[in-house]
């Protein structure tokens, strides 16, 4: 998945791969299966996927993503390539902000 100009944006996303370039102040509620790549951004903030709904186990069977394996607090920021030093651009959303999303 590639999203690029977000701004002032929330999302829930179940993927393999997520590229976010040129956002700001968005949130991300994420299931990815490799690192999600960040390029140009700032403000960003990441939280484990929370949407639920009945056919949620059967999408991700199709789908082919595995459940257990969630890289959604591992970001590469392409503009930070300072070792040992986390990416001032981006940063977990406390618990204390998360939303939870469900459908029904």
């Known amino acids: 998945m590639f999203l ?11 993927c393999q791969q997520l590229r976010i370039h040129d956002a700001t102040d968005t949130n991300f509620y994420l299931h990815v299966t490799g690192k999600a790549i960040i390029e140009d951004c700032d ?8 949407w639920t709904y009945p056919d949620i186990d059967a999408h991700y069977e199709v789908s082919g993503l595995d ?13 930070w390539l ?14 204390s902000q998360r939303k939870e999303f469900a459908a029904e």
């Open 43 to 50: 403000r960003l903030q990441f939280a484990p996927y929370t």
């Open 4 to 14: 690029k100009r977000c701004s002032n944006c929330t999302f829930a996303l179940a």
């Open 82 to 95: 300072k070792a040992g030093q986390p990416s001032p651009h981006w940063s977990v959303l406390p618990e």
């Open 67 to 79: 459940r257990s394996r969630n890289m959604w607090d591992q970001v590469d920021d392409f503009k």
